[in-house]
């Protein structure tokens, strides 16, 4: 006799459907920003060459052992990707593998949010797969979740571990399991995953003690503080084996690019930062999420598990609040906020539509369709400038930084040079110069100086100490570093290129030390070059910002016709 194999309940398919279909919506959505990988990402792509090589923390072969990234989860799955013959080899299905691949792993981690917003849904809603394609419409609708998940960055990475760790907890408060060893090792390691994949990642950590300590009664205070320092030593073996490689390899307790980037202590400006978030969102969009919130948290039979999943939102709302401002668009460091207020959003208004009358369920969609209508239309807009005009390409970079200054170096017939130049992530992939890297991030020295503010220090290690062969000063750093008001410029470099007015920022441009000029025809040619380039190359980002760049990135290339 042939046994009767049950295949998957309908529910099964009908939650796998769903998340196919969010993964679609979202991945349609991407699409729209083309080949657009933003120049940061470039600095873990070049760290996950450097790794699978097995040359160590390096962001180029022969450049110091420097922890250049803060993301150590998304290099090593990158890394990882790079080993197995997918990422940063050529092309895939005709798109270049270091745009298709982070953004095809960008798409999973949004199918495991999705497929865990699913799993919360299915323990409140009875149409679990039709909140969850509310939850992805949503998010495909949010311009900020869309742009830095698919960025090439680990957003993506980072939101799934948050999402699954508020989906255990409040799964867990829900069948009353939140005192179990289980629920308190797995919110522990999560929350390490969470803290290695971003720095703002550990205040994760403060969930489960948060939660635990919501539902603390002298009865369970025992148990309570036994599976409170459980959770506590889960996260702490992962993230303190990093930690303590960290220290022995670096000498340092936090990433290099944290110390480059002088996070400041909170101050009163601190509390008015998610003021940034409600303005984005609309605040009449918020006023209705905190509206559906508390009646649902008055009347829902779930209200605890519902209090649960406010905690690590507001754990993300701080998180975005405490750091410095981040000077990229579309509010780079919300995407866990943009999730979680999805998933909390759409299971409250599914219980305050649940709980009310017929009456009363048509007023409250078309009250909601009205106030969600004008913020719809800000975020398109917002959607379409930033298409328009998206946050530094990586392309770009490689290209300007990368390519151009590797033409430079062989007009001139230099052999083994250097460059200072603050955008170093395409630079980093296609460049055959030792970059210095003037923001710090991968240059301890510099670093350091950035986080005592002392300016005068970092000119006079840039022109008596390293003193690169090539020099770049544009914008923002001209005038947080002073180098090209510093007399030493003059003295010892000459232009290659200087932007004119109307062309780009007066006084900003290229430079090269004189010493390494073998004569006045060959400085004549690199002029010519850099005059009939470089123009080209800064038009050609505005006006086709999305483009590809070739499909490799590789030191030493100088052909910027690459389709």
Request: charged share 15%; proline share 6%; net charge positive.
């Amino acid at each position: 006799m042939v046994a009767n194999r049950k295949g998957p309940s309908r529910a099964t398919l009908y939650g796998l459907a769903s998340v196919l279909a969010g993964m679609g919506l979202l991945g349609w959505r991407a699409s729209q920003y083309g080949s657009w990988v933003v120049d940061d990402a470039g600095i873990t792509f070049a760290y996950a060459r450097s790794f699978a090589e097995g040359l160590g923390p390096v962001v180029a072969p022969g450049a110091a052992h420097v922890e250049g990234f803060s993301n150590p989860t998304w290099t090593a799955l990158l890394a990882l990707a790079r080993l197995a013959g997918l990422f940063d080899h050529g092309t895939l299905f005709g798109m270049p593998d270091y745009v298709l691949v982070p953004k095809a792993l960008a798409l999973v981690c949004c199918g495991g949010i999705l497929a865990a917003c699913h799993r919360a849904a299915s323990k409140v809603t009875r149409l679990p797969w039709l909140a969850t394609l509310v939850v992805a419409a949503l998010l495909t609708w949010t311009p900020s979740f869309v742009i830095w998940c698919f960025s090439g960055l680990e957003n993506s990475l980072l939101a799934l571990l948050v999402v699954c760790l508020a989906v255990a907890v409040f799964r867990a408060v829900l069948d009353d399991r939140l005192l179990t060893t289980k629920v308190a090792v797995l919110a522990g390691v999560l929350a390490a995953f969470a803290g290695l994949t971003r720095p703002d990642g550990l205040i994760y950590a403060a969930v489960y003690p948060l939660v635990v300590l919501l539902h603390l009664t002298k009865p369970t205070l025992r148990p309570s503080v036994r599976h409170v320092l459980v959770s506590v030593l889960a996260f702490a073996v992962p993230f303190g084996a990093y930690l303590s490689w960290r220290y022995l390899e670096f000498g340092r307790l936090v990433a290099n690019t944290a110390v480059a980037k002088v996070q400041s202590l909170p101050d009163l400006q601190t509390f008015a930062r998610p003021g940034d978030l409600v303005s984005y969102a609309g605040a009449l969009a918020v006023v209705a999420f905190a509206l559906v919130v508390g009646v649902a948290l008055a009347r829902a039979p779930w209200r605890a598990g519902l209090a649960a999943l406010l905690v690590p939102l507001g754990l993300a709302v701080v998180a975005y609040a405490v750091l410095n401002p981040d000077w990229m668009a579309q509010f780079r460091f919300a995407t866990p906020v943009w999730v979680l207020a999805a998933l909390i959003g759409t299971l409250a208004t599914a219980e305050v539509l649940k709980s009310a009358r017929v009456r009363g369920r048509i007023l409250v969609s078309v009250a909601l369709v009205a106030v969600l209508l004008p913020s719809g239309a800000v975020l398109a807009d917002a959607a379409t400038k930033f298409q328009n005009r998206p946050t530094i390409p990586l392309c770009y970079i490689a290209d300007r930084f990368g390519r151009v200054f590797n033409a430079y170096a062989d007009i001139l017939g230099l052999g083994r040079a250097s460059v200072l130049m603050p955008d170093l992530g395409g630079s980093s992939l296609t460049s055959r110069l030792d970059i210095v890297d003037m923001a710090g991030l991968v240059d301890a020295k510099i670093a350091d100086l950035f986080h005592d503010q002392d300016m005068a220090g970092l000119r006079d290690y840039v022109f008596e100490t390293v003193k690169p062969t090539f020099l770049h000063s544009r914008g923002p750093w001209r005038a947080a570093t002073g180098i090209t008001s510093d007399p030493r410029l003059a003295r010892d470099y000459t232009p290659i290129f200087r932007y004119a007015p109307g062309d780009g920022p007066v006084g900003d441009g290229d430079w090269v030390r004189k010493d390494a000029v073998s004569s006045p025809e060959k400085l004549a040619a690199a002029r010519s070059y850099a005059a009939a380039t470089v123009l080209r190359v800064e038009r050609g980002e505005t006006g086709d910002p999305l483009k590809r760049c070739g499909s490799v990135l590789r030191p030493g290339q100088t052909d910027l016709d690459t389709p």
